[in-house]
């Protein structure tokens, strides 16, 4: 065993500690450092993972590192809408893959299929963003407990052998299925582990088959397939695995599923890079919080991969969290802003085990996964109607309702050129949209809101520097705007409230509630 010495905290105390460096952990991080809050994100590994792991991005997830300011380097190392060729036992082969048609041509939605790309690059690209605002993660250091009280929470860590303190305001688990801060917190991970479900996972070199397709395999003992990971020279193996069935991490089992499901033998696997048997595990925590102590990614829920969800929904968990926790840390919110975190993603992450659940059942019952897309697992369609943070005076026959995911439009005129509106509104900031002749939130009689937000005056003549002309009439359409109606867009995209009486009080309330 080896001796660990006590040390006295080395860094002044963080406001939030980090549990867990995966997209969820990095995404947090990038989220407090770019509003200057002060963070340490802890990861036991000793360093980045291997592995490509989940590499399905979805569109709504695209928006978020659009918002980032990553999006170009994740496309840059990833492919949209790759196709997929399934082979049925008799030799009958089915394309798709492609887009749903459903959104093809929309000015509102910019990424309208999912991107493949490994889970590491994500990472990498999360890392690379962090460290240009001076973050970094520190790994080799495990949380061994942590204790809380009204005011702070106190962590006790192992890094690199030598035991250290660290009192942060408040801790933040995103370190997994097996969370070591969700087990101490007390918080119950809800569900059930299906050991008759099982699917082995690999990076393999492959000779003998072409990277233009993700290939798949239907037969009766399972399926198989090989997807070719984009910036690699490697494919992702996957096999499911039923009762009986050989489930050894070697080449020789890898290489005899394969033969058998696709009924070739001139596909030859190398040794495999990285490896895993994964177990079908169901589970939702029954709550997001426990005093100072939040959960976030697998942490707070894992599923099946169908759908390509988990890794998505995690790093969106981090996206509603970081302005919040921002938002507290710097005085310009209450407290309870933080119960809201809880309320709108747990909802979410409920949706989602439902919806991977049937798409594993249906992969289950077919062999094999779909090779149709629709917009069902793009995550566009997400939303917090309900929320304590969503208010409009709208009624239910409304498309686009307060708590909605904001949408994009395209053929923006700007004093600097044509613009999308997500160019406009990312950089975690609240923005008010104020068509026609909706008043100026300088103009409201109530006291200036703490919350710091812009403002884009959609006219018919430019004369200042936020004003925008809504030239192909997208803006207006997308939101069902009138001549003088408001939106407040929240930090991480989604509509806040919607007046489309034009009062402008309703939005210097709204802004002013949150503090």
């Given amino acids: 065993m080896t001796a660990t010495t006590e040390q006295t905290q080395p860094q002044s105390a963080p406001t939030v500690l980090i549990v867990g460096a995966g997209p969820t952990g990095l995404t ?229 599923i394969l033969n058998q499901r696709s009924g070739r033998t001139d596909i030859r696997l190398h040794e495999p890079e990285w490896s895993t048997l994964w177990r079908a595990n169901i589970r939702l925590v029954d709550r997001y919080r426990e005093g100072r102590v939040f959960l976030a990614g697998d942490a707070a829920h894992i599923h099946s991969p169908a759908g390509g969800q988990g890794m998505n929904t995690g790093i969106q968990d981090a996206h509603n969290l970081g302005w919040k926790l921002a938002a507290v840390a710097n005085g310009t919110a209450s407290p309870t802003l933080l119960d809201s975190y809880g309320a709108e993603r747990r909802p979410v992450a409920s949706g989602v085990l439902e919806l991977s659940n049937a798409r594993l059942t249906q992969a289950m019952q077919q062999k094999g996964i779909s090779t149709r897309r629709d917009a069902s697992t793009i995550q566009l369609n997400v939303g917090y109607r309900g929320s304590v943070l969503a208010r409009d005076d709208r009624d239910d026959t409304a498309s686009l309702r307060a708590g909605d995911r904001a949408p994009d439009a395209t053929g923006l005129t700007t004093p600097h050129g044509e613009r999308r509106l997500f160019e406009l509104t990312r950089g975690g900031l609240f923005t008010l949209l104020a068509f026609g002749n909706a008043p100026a939130l300088e103009a409201s009689p109530l006291d200036a809101p703490l919350v710091e937000f812009r403002t884009l005056r959609v006219v018919s003549h430019l004369t200042g520097p936020d004003d925008i002309i809504d030239t192909e009439g997208y803006l207006a359409s997308a939101y069902g705007a009138s001549d003088s109606t408001l939106v407040l867009i929240r930090p991480d995209g989604y509509v806040g409230l919607i007046s489309d009486a034009g009062d402008i009080s309703d939005v210097s309330r709204y802004l002013s509630a949150l503090g």
């Fill in 28 to 256: 947090l991080a990038y989220e407090l450092a770019r509003r200057d809050v002060s963070f340490r994100l802890i990861e036991a590994s000793p360093g980045p993972q291997r592995g490509s792991r989940g590499k399905g991005i979805q569109p709504r997830t695209l928006e978020v590192f659009e918002d980032l300011g990553i999006v170009d380097r994740v496309l840059a190392n990833g492919r949209m809408a790759m196709p997929i060729r399934s082979t049925d036992p008799d030799g009958q082969v089915t394309l798709g893959g492609g887009a749903p048609e459903a959104l093809s041509n929309r000015p509102d939605i910019p990424y309208t299929a999912s991107l493949i790309t490994p889970e590491w690059r994500i990472e990498e690209t999360l890392r690379l963003r962090l460290a240009e605002l001076g973050g970094a993660v520190e790994f080799g250091t495990a949380l061994e407990r942590f204790e809380q009280s009204d005011e702070a929470v106190t962590a006790y860590v192992i890094a690199n052998g030598t035991a250290e303190t660290i009192t942060a305001r408040w801790l933040v688990g995103s370190d997994g299925g097996h969370s070591i801060v969700r087990k101490q917190s007390g918080i119950t991970f809800e569900g059930e582990t299906l050991d008759e479900v099982r699917m082995l996972v690999a990076d393999v070199e492959v000779d003998g088959l072409d990277r233009d397709a993700w290939h798949m395999w239907r037969h009766h003992d399972g399926s198989a397939s090989l997807a070719p990971l984009p910036s690699t020279d490697v494919f992702q193996f996957q096999a499911s695995i039923t009762a009986g069935q050989n489930a050894e991490l070697s080449l020789e089992n890898m290489q005899a």
